[in-house]
């Protein structure tokens, strides 16, 4: 008589789920994000302030205040605090952006009145043939 081979998969699929768990005991837990670390407190503070306050209800106070938390990386730039913003964040960087956005335009200009006196000359020429096709297609 042969072992049912269903039976041996079964205990494979044990087996593994036993190791995993064993794996993940081994690990230590992670570090918690500064949100999870400002909800947690938060919420032990409004549930021990509001003993009656749900934990839905408190939750969304508590999220409530994390937007506008000095902990919350999102609001360090209104605090004043750029040490938690990337560079491009930065008043130096915003002016980085600006100055690129400028030039951006600038070139767009430039580019727009170039074709347009391209669009002209070959209006006065009347021989599309000639022109480049993108000329021909922005005169079109």
Do not use: I
């Amino acid at each position: 008589m042969q072992p049912d081979p269903s039976l041996a998969a079964s205990d494979s699929k044990k087996r593994k789920r036993k190791e995993k768990r064993e794996k993940k005991e081994d690990k230590e837990p992670r570090e918690l994000s500064g949100y999870n670390k400002f909800m947690r407190t938060q919420l032990n503070a409004l549930k021990e302030t509001n003993p009656e306050l749900g934990h839905k209800e408190a939750f969304k106070l508590a999220t409530e205040k994390w937007a506008t938390s000095p902990d919350n990386p999102k609001n360090a730039a209104q605090q004043g605090d750029e040490s938690g913003k990337k560079p491009s964040e930065s008043a130096e960087g915003r002016e980085n952006e600006d100055e690129d956005k400028e030039k951006e335009e600038e070139e767009k200009e430039e580019e727009a009145a170039e074709s347009q006196e391209a669009c002209a000359a070959a209006a006065e020429d009347g021989d599309a043939a000639v022109k480049p096709e993108e000329v021909v297609a922005e005169c079109s």
